[in-house]
């Protein structure tokens, strides 16, 4: 319950966004996609280790170029925008790296904390509101609506579109991943991990309880304030909020995993 809730979803973020268990695969990804296989498909044999193999790209995917990881956010910001809007990447992405800014974060979703200053998303406008006095402090539905434009955004994107997208621009996730010190990890495992880990996030009904020990006010419940920082940006976007977040990561994980959710 920070005064300056972070947007992320980045969740959603952008395209993917957030986590589950401390899980690092130990093995290398996969050898890239013959431009040949069609698309949609997975390759018929995987590198061992890997929880959630990417689908492969389709031809027209794989014949266009990337951009260096230094040099992707004006493309990447593009691709959105034909995604979603031109007003909705201004308002709720970041303007510089922006990759490394989602892998970040999706890595940190599933921790206690999220590093502010790395997040691919604007804050949320307005402060964080509660009812109440300090002693008998609870969470003020008011906050939901400080949400509301965002997570209209995230409903209204294809799943699949997005996925398409993110698949493309895989390899650059995969690289910052790498750099950000995980040589042998593979990113698409994570990002499952932590959409996982969000689908899991408490829907909580009646007045939400706060104590402020010190600056910021936290959960009263000692179990909803121990949930991972991704689970606790969604429960304070409300319940309506985050509900709609989460069918959206659903969508997405299935474009993106052929694997099971994981329980």
Known sequence: ?????????????VVLAAAGVYYFNR??????????APAGVAPA????????????????????????LAESDAPLREALVQLSSADAVRNFLVPQDLVRKIVVTVDN???QKIAVDKRPANSAPGSFLVSG????????????????????????L????????????????QQSYQNLGYPNGYFN???????????????????????????????????????????????????????AV?????ELRAVISAGPLQH
């Open 1 to 13: 319950m920070i005064n300056k809730p972070l947007v992320g979803v980045a969740a959603l973020v």
């Open 27 to 36: 093995r290398n990804p996969p050898p890239p996609a013959a431009p040949s």
């Open 45 to 68: 044999a995987q590198e061992p280790g890997i929880a959630h193999p990417l689908p492969q790209a389709g031809s027209a995917e794989l014949a266009a170029a990337l951009p260096e």
């Open 109 to 111: 979703l599933p921790r």
């Open 133 to 156: 006095d300090e002693l008998h402090a609870t969470f003020d539905q008011r906050n939901v609506e400080r949400y509301r434009p965002m997570v209209a955004m995230i409903s209204h």
């Open 158 to 173: 294809d799943a699949k579109q997005l996925g398409a997208l993110y698949i493309r621009y895989y390899p650059l996730f």
């Open 189 to 243: 495992d994570r990002l499952v991990q932590v959409i996982d880990d969000l689908l899991e996030t408490p829907d909580l009904k009646g007045p939400i309880e706060l104590v402020r020990p010190n600056v910021m006010y936290i959960y009263a419940d000692p179990a909803l304030e121990s949930r991972s920082a991704g689970q606790k940006l969604l429960m304070r976007m409300g319940r309506e909020n985050a509900n």
């Open 246 to 250: 989460k069918a959206k990561l659903a």
